[in-house]
């Protein structure tokens, strides 16, 4: 017979769904919904690391503009640790602010984190040993290829083939699923950071320009592209010249945009027809009909559908709100947790991480 007591801890804890992300971290509660979305940097004092001061948003807005004891650092480089103690705070930050708006002492959460694909074992230990010590009561794993098809509304537990190529901060997952399992799957570390650092050379040499990493992504967002557009767009870009030192304007136009992405492009879209490739030729017919999920904030690239559908000859479309897929995907999965546990890593149904003793 179960508890009475462990059954009002189940009441009144937090279930929490977490997309780990090296650009942006998203937090969903169940029955809530996304309650966080925010940039991952972290401000710490230079002097001494484990004074955190600044978290999110407010932190992303210190990067090049502190004095020299400060820094704004990313806890997080190709979605995976970096920083273990600054990620551990971000994290125990976020699950803090994920329980205020119940007004009693509460348990500690269960938590699903999404990792990339391609992550090692020493890697997955890290993200859930950082969550356990954060303060989650259970921490457990699930590929983003698979919590974003989910939180994109793929049929992966059903007979039929899909498929997402899912484009972060700093990897690029692409999946294929059938019968709840990933059937192929490929993960590399060039995504939206390798996009902006390719703008970023490309005014270097170009123009002798040096600009930050937040004009290239703006730049990017505004005028960037992966396919010819019905309009092509003009942007004022600013930094300073490297030959005069002096702040300097010029106007690019999405035309040479998109031949300075044209190399990170490329790569993505080899990668998408190696994993068609090496897809069982029952799935591809059924990809042929479903068509290829686009998702992460790379996923919105203008003109990446259309390119991905010219060269696979598979129609490819953007998933609805594909920034948040891999969130609302760990939290679909926290929804219907028994009926969904075999969509965890498999490593994590071997050794869940049921406490942080």
């Not at 937090?14 to 998203?26: F, P, S, Y």
């Not at 039929?160 to 192929?184: H, P």
């Not at 300097?248 to 080899?270: G, K, Y």
Request: hydrophobic letters at 45%; aromatic letters at 4%; a negative charge.
């Amino acid at each position: 017979m179960r508890n009475p007591f462990d059954a009002l801890l189940g009441l009144f804890s937090l279930d929490i769904g977490i997309d780990l992300g090296t650009a942006n971290t998203l937090v969903y509660v169940r029955g809530r919904g996304i309650v966080i979305n925010e940039p991952s940097w972290v401000a710490v004092d230079r002097k001494n690391p484990r004074i955190v001061l600044a978290i999110g948003a407010e932190a992303k807005e210190m990067v090049g503009k502190t004095p020299s004891h400060i820094v704004a650092i990313r806890p997080l480089r190709d979605g995976v640790i970096s920083e273990f103690d600054i990620t551990q705070a971000m994290l125990k930050y976020f699950i803090k602010r994920a329980h205020q708006e119940i007004f009693i002492p509460v348990p500690r959460p269960r938590v699903v984190i999404g990792i990339p694909s391609g992550v090692t074992e020493v890697e997955k230990r890290a993200v859930r040993e950082a969550a356990l010590e954060a303060g989650a009561r259970e921490a457990h794993l699930i590929e983003e290829p698979m919590a974003a098809a989910i939180g994109a509304g793929l049929p992966v537990t059903e007979a039929q083939g899909s498929m997402i190529v899912d484009i972060g901060g700093g990897t690029t997952e692409v999946g294929v699923f059938a019968l709840g399992g990933i059937v192929v799957s490929r993960s590399m570390r060039i995504a939206g950071d390798e996009l902006d650092d390719d703008i970023v050379q490309y005014a270097r040499q170009k123009y002798n320009l040096a600009i930050s990493e937040r004009m290239a992504e703006r730049v990017k967002i505004n005028i960037g592209s992966a396919y010819p557009l019905p309009e092509e767009q003009v942007m004022s870009m600013r930094g300073r010249n490297l030959i005069s030192g002096l702040p300097e304007q010029v106007e690019i136009s999405s035309i040479e945009i998109r031949e300075a992405l044209s190399r990170s492009v490329n790569i993505i879209t080899d990668m998408v027809r190696d994993t068609l490739d090496e897809t069982p030729p029952e799935l591809v017919a059924d990809l042929m009909e479903t068509g290829i999920c686009l998702a992460g904030g790379g996923g919105q690239l203008k003109g990446l559908a259309e390119r991905i559908s010219e060269e696979m000859h598979i129609r490819a479309w953007v998933a609805q709100d594909a920034l948040t897929c891999v969130a609302r995907g760990a939290g679909k999965v926290l929804e219907n947790f028994e009926a969904m546990r075999q969509t965890l890593a498999n490593d994590d149904r071997q050794n869940p991480g049921g406490s942080a003793s």
